[in-house]
Protein backbone atom coordinates (compact mmCIF):
# COMPACT_ATOMS: atom_id res chain seq x y z
CA UNK A 1 0.00 0.00 0.00
CA UNK A 2 2.72 2.54 0.55
CA UNK A 3 3.76 2.89 -2.89
CA UNK A 4 0.29 4.52 -3.50
CA UNK A 5 1.60 7.13 -0.66
CA UNK A 6 -0.91 9.85 -0.52
CA UNK A 7 -3.01 9.71 -3.49
CA UNK A 8 -3.99 6.03 -2.07
CA UNK A 9 -4.91 7.48 1.71
CA UNK A 10 -6.83 10.28 -0.13
CA UNK A 11 -8.59 7.12 -2.15
CA UNK A 12 -9.03 5.41 0.84
CA UNK A 13 -10.48 8.32 3.49
CA UNK A 14 -12.92 8.76 0.19
CA UNK A 15 -14.21 5.20 -0.98
CA UNK A 16 -13.24 3.38 2.42
CA UNK A 17 -11.65 0.92 0.90
CA UNK A 18 -8.23 0.17 -1.05
CA UNK A 19 -7.03 1.94 -4.55
CA UNK A 20 -6.03 -1.02 -6.91
CA UNK A 21 -3.92 0.98 -9.29
CA UNK A 22 -2.42 4.51 -9.90
CA UNK A 23 -1.53 6.07 -13.16
CA UNK A 24 0.13 9.65 -13.90
CA UNK A 25 -0.53 10.97 -16.74
CA UNK A 26 1.38 14.14 -17.18
CA UNK A 27 0.86 17.63 -18.61
CA UNK A 28 2.55 19.46 -21.61
CA UNK A 29 4.54 22.46 -22.70
CA UNK A 30 4.64 23.56 -26.14
CA UNK A 31 8.03 24.47 -27.56
CA UNK A 32 7.19 25.98 -31.06
CA UNK A 33 4.60 24.99 -33.11
CA UNK A 34 1.18 26.72 -32.47
CA UNK A 35 -1.89 26.08 -34.53
CA UNK A 36 -0.10 24.09 -36.60
CA UNK A 37 -1.68 20.73 -35.78
CA UNK A 38 -4.95 21.33 -36.86
CA UNK A 39 -3.27 22.39 -40.35
CA UNK A 40 -1.19 18.83 -40.37
CA UNK A 41 1.63 20.60 -39.38
CA UNK A 42 4.70 20.24 -37.42
CA UNK A 43 4.45 20.61 -33.77
CA UNK A 44 7.54 20.24 -30.96
CA UNK A 45 5.97 19.66 -28.04
CA UNK A 46 6.95 17.89 -24.29
CA UNK A 47 5.43 16.44 -21.44
CA UNK A 48 6.48 17.54 -17.94
CA UNK A 49 6.87 16.71 -14.84
CA UNK A 50 4.13 17.85 -13.37
CA UNK A 51 0.77 15.12 -13.58
CA UNK A 52 -2.54 14.49 -13.40
CA UNK A 53 -2.43 11.02 -10.65
CA UNK A 54 -5.27 8.55 -11.10
CA UNK A 55 -6.20 6.33 -8.16
CA UNK A 56 -8.72 3.59 -9.24
CA UNK A 57 -10.24 0.51 -8.04
CA UNK A 58 -12.42 -1.50 -10.39
CA UNK A 59 -16.49 -2.25 -9.48
CA UNK A 60 -18.74 -5.13 -10.27
CA UNK A 61 -21.55 -3.11 -11.85
CA UNK A 62 -21.24 -0.02 -14.73
CA UNK A 63 -21.22 2.86 -12.53
CA UNK A 64 -18.33 5.78 -11.95
CA UNK A 65 -17.82 7.31 -9.04
CA UNK A 66 -15.52 10.13 -9.35
CA UNK A 67 -13.81 12.40 -6.88
CA UNK A 68 -11.57 15.68 -7.52
CA UNK A 69 -9.38 16.30 -4.74
CA UNK A 70 -8.48 19.99 -6.14
CA UNK A 71 -12.36 21.04 -7.37
CA UNK A 72 -13.57 18.57 -4.01
CA UNK A 73 -16.53 17.54 -5.81
CA UNK A 74 -17.58 14.00 -6.57
CA UNK A 75 -19.60 12.76 -9.87
CA UNK A 76 -21.25 9.90 -10.45
CA UNK A 77 -22.99 8.27 -13.56
CA UNK A 78 -23.88 5.02 -15.45
CA UNK A 79 -21.62 3.85 -18.23
CA UNK A 80 -25.42 2.90 -19.52
CA UNK A 81 -26.57 6.36 -19.95
CA UNK A 82 -23.04 8.65 -20.46
CA UNK A 83 -24.22 12.33 -21.05
CA UNK A 84 -22.73 15.52 -20.51
CA UNK A 85 -22.66 16.87 -16.93
CA UNK A 86 -23.78 20.61 -16.62
CA UNK A 87 -23.43 20.34 -12.62
CA UNK A 88 -19.35 19.24 -12.92
CA UNK A 89 -18.17 20.48 -16.45
CA UNK A 90 -14.59 19.26 -15.52
CA UNK A 91 -16.16 15.78 -15.56
CA UNK A 92 -16.67 15.90 -18.92
CA UNK A 93 -13.36 15.08 -20.01
CA UNK A 94 -14.03 11.99 -17.97
CA UNK A 95 -17.17 11.10 -19.38
CA UNK A 96 -16.29 12.18 -22.66
CA UNK A 97 -13.12 9.57 -22.88
CA UNK A 98 -15.05 6.77 -21.64
CA UNK A 99 -17.70 7.72 -23.97
CA UNK A 100 -15.12 7.57 -26.92
CA UNK A 101 -13.98 4.12 -25.70
CA UNK A 102 -17.62 2.31 -25.67
CA UNK A 103 -18.37 3.94 -29.01
CA UNK A 104 -15.35 1.86 -30.16
CA UNK A 105 -17.27 -0.77 -29.02
CA UNK A 106 -14.25 -1.67 -25.97
CA UNK A 107 -15.90 -3.20 -23.02
CA UNK A 108 -15.12 -1.56 -19.49
CA UNK A 109 -17.10 -2.17 -16.23
CA UNK A 110 -17.53 1.10 -14.18
CA UNK A 111 -14.68 2.28 -11.45
CA UNK A 112 -14.16 4.27 -8.40
CA UNK A 113 -11.35 7.27 -9.52
CA UNK A 114 -9.58 9.64 -7.21
CA UNK A 115 -8.19 11.98 -9.39
CA UNK A 116 -5.19 14.46 -8.29
CA UNK A 117 -1.67 15.74 -8.45
CA UNK A 118 -0.04 19.24 -8.94
CA UNK A 119 -0.67 20.16 -12.53
CA UNK A 120 -1.95 23.64 -12.41
CA UNK A 121 -5.76 23.48 -13.79
CA UNK A 122 -6.75 26.19 -16.67
CA UNK A 123 -2.91 27.42 -17.04
CA UNK A 124 -2.79 26.37 -20.44
CA UNK A 125 -0.35 23.11 -19.54
CA UNK A 126 -3.23 20.58 -21.14
CA UNK A 127 -4.58 19.43 -17.62
CA UNK A 128 -7.74 19.00 -19.82
CA UNK A 129 -5.67 16.26 -22.19
CA UNK A 130 -4.17 14.95 -19.14
CA UNK A 131 -7.29 13.94 -17.37
CA UNK A 132 -8.85 12.53 -20.14
CA UNK A 133 -5.89 10.15 -20.67
CA UNK A 134 -5.04 9.63 -16.98
CA UNK A 135 -8.61 8.17 -17.10
CA UNK A 136 -8.26 6.35 -20.64
CA UNK A 137 -5.32 4.84 -19.59
CA UNK A 138 -6.77 3.71 -16.66
CA UNK A 139 -9.91 1.97 -17.82
CA UNK A 140 -7.37 0.41 -20.58
CA UNK A 141 -5.21 -1.08 -17.73
CA UNK A 142 -8.61 -1.96 -15.49
CA UNK A 143 -10.30 -3.83 -18.42
CA UNK A 144 -6.90 -5.15 -19.54
CA UNK A 145 -7.88 -3.20 -23.42
CA UNK A 146 -5.60 -3.45 -26.38
CA UNK A 147 -4.93 -0.17 -27.32
CA UNK A 148 -1.83 1.62 -29.04
CA UNK A 149 -0.64 4.85 -27.28
CA UNK A 150 -1.74 6.37 -30.50
CA UNK A 151 -5.25 5.18 -30.25
CA UNK A 152 -5.75 6.58 -26.58
CA UNK A 153 -4.03 9.91 -28.14
CA UNK A 154 -6.87 10.02 -30.37
CA UNK A 155 -9.65 8.66 -28.91
CA UNK A 156 -9.26 11.49 -26.24
CA UNK A 157 -9.10 14.10 -29.06
CA UNK A 158 -11.90 12.57 -30.52
CA UNK A 159 -13.71 13.10 -26.83
CA UNK A 160 -12.97 16.43 -26.42
CA UNK A 161 -14.46 17.64 -29.67
CA UNK A 162 -17.83 15.98 -29.66
CA UNK A 163 -18.40 16.08 -25.90
CA UNK A 164 -16.69 19.21 -25.01
CA UNK A 165 -16.82 21.24 -28.10
CA UNK A 166 -13.22 22.17 -28.57
CA UNK A 167 -12.39 20.83 -32.23
CA UNK A 168 -8.57 20.94 -30.90
CA UNK A 169 -5.70 19.28 -32.60
CA UNK A 170 -3.58 16.13 -31.67
CA UNK A 171 -0.77 17.84 -30.17
CA UNK A 172 -1.91 17.96 -26.56
CA UNK A 173 -2.85 14.38 -26.46
CA UNK A 174 -0.18 13.01 -28.66
CA UNK A 175 2.50 14.21 -26.20
CA UNK A 176 0.66 13.23 -23.00
CA UNK A 177 0.57 9.80 -24.09
CA UNK A 178 3.81 9.27 -25.48
CA UNK A 179 6.23 12.07 -24.40
CA UNK A 180 9.65 10.42 -23.49
CA UNK A 181 11.42 11.73 -20.40
CA UNK A 182 14.61 14.36 -21.16
CA UNK A 183 13.09 14.85 -24.75
CA UNK A 184 10.71 17.11 -26.52
CA UNK A 185 9.20 15.52 -29.76
CA UNK A 186 9.03 16.70 -32.76
CA UNK A 187 5.53 15.23 -34.16
CA UNK A 188 4.58 15.14 -37.41
CA UNK A 189 0.74 16.10 -37.08
CA UNK A 190 -0.30 14.66 -40.59
CA UNK A 191 0.73 10.88 -40.03
CA UNK A 192 1.42 11.13 -36.67
CA UNK A 193 5.22 9.81 -37.19
CA UNK A 194 7.69 11.54 -34.86
CA UNK A 195 10.93 11.95 -33.29
CA UNK A 196 12.76 13.07 -30.14
CA UNK A 197 15.09 15.45 -29.46
CA UNK A 198 16.82 15.70 -25.88
CA UNK A 199 16.64 18.97 -24.40
CA UNK A 200 20.25 20.71 -24.41
CA UNK A 201 21.66 20.53 -20.58
CA UNK A 202 23.11 23.50 -20.28
CA UNK A 203 18.68 24.97 -20.92
CA UNK A 204 15.95 25.13 -19.04
CA UNK A 205 12.32 25.33 -20.07
CA UNK A 206 10.50 28.46 -17.52
CA UNK A 207 6.72 28.52 -17.75
CA UNK A 208 5.11 31.15 -17.02
CA UNK A 209 1.67 31.78 -16.22
CA UNK A 210 -0.30 34.91 -16.69
CA UNK A 211 -3.06 34.09 -14.14
CA UNK A 212 -5.24 35.09 -16.77
CA UNK A 213 -8.08 32.57 -18.30
CA UNK A 214 -10.55 34.23 -20.81
CA UNK A 215 -13.84 33.09 -21.44
CA UNK A 216 -15.33 31.47 -24.93
CA UNK A 217 -11.65 30.26 -26.01
CA UNK A 218 -13.40 27.41 -27.17
CA UNK A 219 -15.32 29.54 -29.41
CA UNK A 220 -12.43 31.91 -30.44
CA UNK A 221 -9.98 28.68 -30.91
CA UNK A 222 -12.64 26.75 -33.23
CA UNK A 223 -12.97 30.15 -35.23
CA UNK A 224 -9.49 29.95 -35.52
CA UNK A 225 -9.51 26.55 -36.96
CA UNK A 226 -12.80 27.62 -39.52
CA UNK A 227 -10.82 30.32 -40.80
CA UNK A 228 -8.07 27.64 -42.18
CA UNK A 229 -10.60 25.47 -43.35
CA UNK A 230 -12.62 28.33 -45.42
CA UNK A 231 -8.71 29.05 -46.75
CA UNK A 232 -8.25 25.99 -47.74
CA UNK A 233 -11.62 25.59 -49.52
CA UNK A 234 -10.46 28.93 -51.45
CA UNK A 235 -7.14 28.15 -52.11
CA UNK A 236 -8.29 24.42 -53.63
CA UNK A 237 -9.79 26.31 -56.72
CA UNK A 238 -6.73 26.80 -57.90
CA UNK A 239 -4.62 24.51 -56.18
CA UNK A 240 -6.54 21.29 -56.23
CA UNK A 241 -4.28 18.84 -54.84
CA UNK A 242 -4.13 21.17 -51.36
CA UNK A 243 -4.75 18.83 -49.02
CA UNK A 244 -4.50 21.82 -45.38
CA UNK A 245 -2.13 24.63 -44.91
CA UNK A 246 0.90 22.10 -44.76
CA UNK A 247 0.75 21.75 -48.26
CA UNK A 248 1.25 25.38 -49.25
CA UNK A 249 4.57 26.84 -50.14
CA UNK A 250 5.48 30.28 -48.77
CA UNK A 251 6.07 31.05 -53.04
CA UNK A 252 2.08 29.67 -53.21
CA UNK A 253 1.05 31.39 -50.43
CA UNK A 254 2.10 35.00 -52.20
CA UNK A 255 0.89 34.34 -55.87
CA UNK A 256 -2.34 33.34 -54.20
CA UNK A 257 -2.93 35.88 -51.69
CA UNK A 258 -5.50 37.47 -53.65
CA UNK A 259 -8.03 34.30 -52.62
CA UNK A 260 -7.12 35.13 -49.12
CA UNK A 261 -9.50 38.39 -48.00
CA UNK A 262 -9.97 40.38 -44.64
CA UNK A 263 -7.97 37.98 -42.14
CA UNK A 264 -7.33 35.12 -44.14
CA UNK A 265 -4.02 36.46 -45.32
CA UNK A 266 -2.56 37.00 -41.91
CA UNK A 267 -4.04 33.50 -40.47
CA UNK A 268 -2.74 31.83 -43.39
CA UNK A 269 0.82 33.63 -42.84
CA UNK A 270 0.99 32.29 -39.91
CA UNK A 271 0.71 29.03 -39.95
CA UNK A 272 2.72 28.12 -42.85
CA UNK A 273 5.48 30.55 -41.30
CA UNK A 274 5.15 28.58 -37.78
CA UNK A 275 4.97 24.93 -39.96
CA UNK A 276 8.73 26.14 -41.22
CA UNK A 277 9.68 27.69 -37.71
CA UNK A 278 9.18 24.39 -35.87
CA UNK A 279 11.26 22.65 -38.48
CA UNK A 280 14.03 24.79 -38.12
CA UNK A 281 13.68 25.27 -34.37
CA UNK A 282 13.74 20.96 -33.94
CA UNK A 283 16.77 21.33 -36.01
CA UNK A 284 18.39 23.79 -33.73
CA UNK A 285 17.46 21.90 -30.93
CA UNK A 286 19.50 18.86 -32.38
CA UNK A 287 22.69 20.76 -33.11
CA UNK A 288 22.51 22.80 -29.41
CA UNK A 289 21.65 25.86 -31.27
CA UNK A 290 19.89 27.43 -28.33
CA UNK A 291 19.60 31.09 -29.77
CA UNK A 292 19.21 30.13 -32.79
CA UNK A 293 15.73 28.23 -31.10
CA UNK A 294 15.43 31.45 -29.45
CA UNK A 295 14.63 33.55 -32.01
CA UNK A 296 12.41 31.31 -33.55
CA UNK A 297 10.63 30.97 -30.47
CA UNK A 298 10.54 34.75 -30.71
CA UNK A 299 9.28 35.15 -34.01
CA UNK A 300 6.36 32.36 -33.48
CA UNK A 301 5.45 34.33 -30.61
CA UNK A 302 5.18 37.78 -32.65
CA UNK A 303 3.17 35.37 -35.07
CA UNK A 304 0.80 34.45 -33.15
CA UNK A 305 -0.01 38.05 -31.60
CA UNK A 306 -0.09 39.94 -34.57
CA UNK A 307 -0.74 37.47 -37.94
CA UNK A 308 -3.10 34.69 -35.87
CA UNK A 309 -4.48 37.17 -33.55
CA UNK A 310 -4.43 34.90 -30.08
CA UNK A 311 -1.90 37.02 -27.65
CA UNK A 312 -3.08 38.71 -25.06
CA UNK A 313 -1.54 42.17 -23.81
CA UNK A 314 -0.30 40.06 -21.02
CA UNK A 315 1.25 37.14 -22.31
CA UNK A 316 3.00 40.08 -24.76
CA UNK A 317 4.29 41.45 -21.68
CA UNK A 318 5.74 38.60 -20.13
CA UNK A 319 7.18 37.66 -23.17
CA UNK A 320 8.85 41.50 -23.90
CA UNK A 321 10.03 41.27 -19.94
CA UNK A 322 11.58 37.49 -20.51
CA UNK A 323 13.63 38.16 -23.72
CA UNK A 324 15.33 41.02 -21.99
CA UNK A 325 16.42 39.14 -18.60
CA UNK A 326 19.89 38.02 -18.93
CA UNK A 327 20.31 34.62 -19.69
CA UNK A 328 17.10 34.34 -21.76
CA UNK A 329 17.44 32.59 -25.29
CA UNK A 330 13.38 33.24 -26.13
CA UNK A 331 10.44 33.78 -25.16
CA UNK A 332 6.65 32.67 -26.52
CA UNK A 333 2.89 32.31 -25.63
CA UNK A 334 2.53 28.29 -25.05
CA UNK A 335 -0.85 26.82 -26.16
CA UNK A 336 -4.27 27.86 -27.50
CA UNK A 337 -3.62 31.51 -26.39
CA UNK A 338 -6.56 34.24 -24.56
CA UNK A 339 -4.87 33.52 -21.28
CA UNK A 340 -2.50 30.69 -20.13
CA UNK A 341 1.28 30.87 -19.68
CA UNK A 342 4.47 31.35 -21.30
CA UNK A 343 7.26 28.90 -22.39
CA UNK A 344 11.29 30.44 -21.98
CA UNK A 345 14.30 28.84 -22.99
CA UNK A 346 16.87 30.06 -20.32
CA UNK A 347 20.44 29.61 -19.39
CA UNK A 348 20.10 26.89 -16.57
CA UNK A 349 22.26 29.23 -14.11
CA UNK A 350 20.31 32.26 -15.06
CA UNK A 351 16.83 30.71 -14.08
CA UNK A 352 16.86 31.87 -10.32
CA UNK A 353 17.27 35.18 -11.32
CA UNK A 354 15.06 35.05 -14.45
CA UNK A 355 12.29 33.70 -12.75
CA UNK A 356 12.70 36.13 -9.97
CA UNK A 357 12.58 39.50 -11.93
CA UNK A 358 9.73 38.07 -14.39
CA UNK A 359 7.63 37.55 -11.70
CA UNK A 360 8.34 40.92 -10.24
CA UNK A 361 8.46 43.29 -13.51
CA UNK A 362 5.01 41.74 -14.45
CA UNK A 363 3.67 42.80 -11.03
CA UNK A 364 5.27 45.98 -11.99
CA UNK A 365 3.41 46.09 -15.04
CA UNK A 366 0.19 44.53 -14.79
CA UNK A 367 -0.39 44.09 -11.03
CA UNK A 368 -0.94 41.02 -11.42
CA UNK A 369 0.49 38.04 -9.95
CA UNK A 370 2.52 35.71 -12.11
CA UNK A 371 3.17 31.54 -11.37
CA UNK A 372 6.81 30.62 -12.63
CA UNK A 373 7.45 26.81 -13.07
CA UNK A 374 10.70 25.02 -13.85
CA UNK A 375 9.88 21.66 -16.50
CA UNK A 376 11.82 19.17 -17.27
CA UNK A 377 10.42 16.80 -19.93
CA UNK A 378 8.41 13.78 -18.31
CA UNK A 379 8.00 10.28 -19.78
CA UNK A 380 3.86 9.57 -21.05
CA UNK A 381 1.16 8.50 -18.86
CA UNK A 382 2.37 5.57 -16.96
CA UNK A 383 1.40 3.22 -14.40
CA UNK A 384 2.75 4.14 -11.10
CA UNK A 385 1.67 1.33 -8.65
CA UNK A 386 -0.83 -1.48 -8.56
CA UNK A 387 -1.90 -3.70 -5.44
C1 LIG B 1 -4.72 23.75 -27.85
C2 LIG B 1 -5.19 22.52 -28.64
C3 LIG B 1 -4.04 21.93 -29.45
C4 LIG B 1 -3.35 22.99 -30.29
C5 LIG B 1 -3.02 24.22 -29.45
C6 LIG B 1 -2.50 25.36 -30.29
O1 LIG B 1 -3.78 23.37 -26.88
O2 LIG B 1 -5.69 21.54 -27.77
O3 LIG B 1 -4.52 20.88 -30.26
O4 LIG B 1 -4.10 23.32 -31.42
O5 LIG B 1 -4.15 24.70 -28.73
O6 LIG B 1 -1.28 25.03 -30.84
New binding site residues.
Given amino acids: MDTFGEPGEAFAAHFGSEPAMLVRAPGRV ?1 LI ?6 NDGF ?1 LPMAIDRATLVVARPRSDQMVRVYSTSMQAEDQFSLETLERSQTHPWSNYIRGMLKSMLARDLHIQGADLLITGDLPVGG ?1 L ?1 S ?2 SLAIGVGYTFQLLNDLNLLGEELALLA ?1 GA ?1 QSFVG ?1 Q ?6 FVVTLGRAGHAMLLDCRDLSYRTIPLPTEARVVVCDSGVRHELVASA ?1 NER ?1 EACHEAVRRLRTRLPKLMALRDLTPAQLQEHADLLTGKLLPRVRHVVTEISRTVHAAAAMEQDDLAGFGQLMNASHASLRDDYE ?1 SIPELDTLVELACALPGCYGSRM ?4 FGGSTVSLVAHDAVPAFATELRAGYQAHTGREAHTLVCTPAEGVRLIAIA
Fill in positions: NGEHTDYVGSSAQETCGIMDQYRVTGGG
